[in-house]
């Protein structure tokens, strides 16, 4: 085969607006929402990616959380190969997926038992219908703000200060669908009690650390209360530790808060980088799951051996001194931030591993306050950060992952950037209409 001549990003977009709806496998990576086109990766080196161009990025997003171990740590990639030459799929049990079994049950409080997906909207999807089958109710209650994969029911969102019957947020997902899920506002303990009280609620489910919104923490108390009151309306308490789980603690929110669900919903650093995610439970719940039970679900790459192997890998490397140096380097990173947005209206809200600049004067509690936040001003300190090599998420609703790749030098690469791009999201702010 002959060389061929190296395409720009620019390029590559135009050839995927072709082939791919708007140009990518999943909405957030095109960038509309700050207003520029996507960069195409060719390669990620620790804390850094590096385009189709040869430019470098110091990146936050870390493929939105699976690489907590950095890009193509060289054990995580060592232990992918050596599953790889194994062979790639069986569809047949593994020893590995009882090693990565153990592993989770180890680390993550409620888990006793474990059945590995493909997706973290599988694994919500199938919790959900644990759920159901468990408890003989139809209704779930969620959050505003709170994503938990793109399973119908769960779209939906009416967003409002009240619990509210879910609307459906996307086309395609039936009333009936979103009729079934009601939506309350996060920190809000009356809108939880009122939707309850509406009876027949099969589970509530929560990212108890939320980072769909931006990073916005619990309220003192809350997850305590969510236990309470789920328990005592008789629906089971679900953990979307998709993104906190192995990231905020070793055994994720529910170990650090001391509050314990019932079934916890896992994912991204599980595959440490590879298609893998996993609902987990006592063994009275998880035993309803096929075929030791009648709840209906399985997966071809279930348990896939790569994603086992990366995900095994990607646990290995964090111990208690790699969750320390997580701390110390958001720490740095959320005080570097303070410090040259001083002036701005910014709030930095972070936890171990997460970190979200929202540019609002009043602390950010739930969705709506979220949404008040300046997503102009965002935008232009996003697009000045690309152009002084720094990627970060490309939207003002998600979180900035960081890595134990992030050190010091990385710190200080990001101190350099942001003066300017500070400077470019106060003249947003002064430009935007009254
Ligand atoms: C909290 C949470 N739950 C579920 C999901 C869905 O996971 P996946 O993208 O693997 O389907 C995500 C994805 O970002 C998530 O953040």
Redesign the pocket.
Known sequence: MGSRALLTSQELYGRALELLPGGVN?PVRAMRSIGRDPIFVARGEGAEVIDVEGNRYVDWVMS??PLIAGHAHPEVVSAVQAAAGAGTSFGAPTEAEIQLAEEICARIPSAEMVRMT???????MSAVRLARAATGRDRIVKFAG?????VDGLLADAGSGLATQGIPASPGVTAAQAADTLVVPWNDRDGVERALAAGEVAALLC?PY???MGVVPPAPGFLEFLREATTAAGALLVF?????GFRVARGGAQEREGVIPDLS?L??IAGGGL?A?AYAGPRTLMELVAPAGEVYQAGTLSGNPLATAAGLATLGLLDEDAYRRLDDATRALAEGIEAAASGLPVRVQWTTGLLTLFFSDRPVRNYDDARGCDTDAYAAFCRAMLERGVYLPPSAYEAWFVSAAHDDAVLDRIADALPDAARAAAAATEEAPA
Do not use: F, L
Not at 118 to 124: D, I, R, V
Not at 240 to 244: F, G, L, N
């Open positions: 999943s939105w959380g493909s997706s973290g909207t599988e694994a919500a709170a994503y938990h994969g793109h990212e939320p980072g769909n979307d530790e998709v993104i906190s919903i994912g991204k298609p995610a």
